[in-house]
């Protein structure tokens, strides 16, 4: 996955908008954090990953999902976007959406989805 297609990814969220974290782009979902890209490292940001879950992505794919001792005592871990199916991405990103978008907005796109 490019950069180009993560934030195509991104912003097919509702509610979805762009700004910046850190100086690198990021993204709200009613003003809260949705994801963000890492330059340094060419990854986005993934919140709302238990501790478990994230312990077990990083055996599991290592080439993928990693860490930095920033992220550590956070629900969060980071993804290479080179090797990050989008598919894995939007999925990540639509259980972070239920969380932050409005009640109505879930509403609206569960009933659109059928």
């Known amino acids: 996955m490019s950069p180009e297609e993560m ?18 782009p990021a993204f709200k979902v009613n003003g809260k954090f949705f994801t963000r890209l890492r330059r340094d ?42 090797t990050l199916h989008p598919g894995s991405f939007r999925n990540f990103l639509e259980r972070r959406w239920r969380k932050i978008a409005p009640k109505a907005a879930v509403k609206a796109w569960d009933a659109a989805r059928g």
């Open 7 to 24: 934030r195509q990814i991104v912003l097919s969220f509702p509610g979805a908008e762009e700004g910046a974290s850190y100086g690198q």
């Open 41 to 82: 490292d060419a990854s986005v940001v993934l919140s709302g990953v238990t501790f478990d879950e994230r312990e077990m992505l990083m055996e599991a794919e290592p080439a993928t999902f990693h860490l930095t001792a920033h992220y550590k005592d956070y629900p969060m871990v980071l993804a290479r976007i080179a």
